[in-house]
């Protein structure tokens, strides 16, 4: 098992089991952030962006439990 992949099931260990919708966003941002490291920005704009032109998602960072 990779570092990276420790950090990211650790913290699942830690928060993954809040209940409230915002923490686990959070969650999943600290997951986006262990993946992409310094591509975090990148991803997020590819994220936000979408794959039609309709489409428009946006990032939620969530709120630390």
């Known amino acids: 098992m990779t570092h ?4 990211i099931l650790e913290l699942i260990q830690m928060y993954g089991g809040c209940e409230e919708a915002h923490h686990k ?3 999943l941002d600290q997951i986006v952030h262990i993946i992409t490291g310094a591509g975090y920005g990148v991803w997020i704009k ?3 962006c979408g794959e039609c032109e309709n ?3 946006e990032w939620d960072i969530g709120v630390a439990p």
């Not at 990276?4 to 950090?7: A, H, M, Q, R, V």
């Open 46 to 48: 590819q994220y936000e």
């Open 25 to 27: 966003q959070w969650v």
């Open 4 to 7: 990276k992949e420790e950090k």
């Open 55 to 57: 489409e428009i998602h």
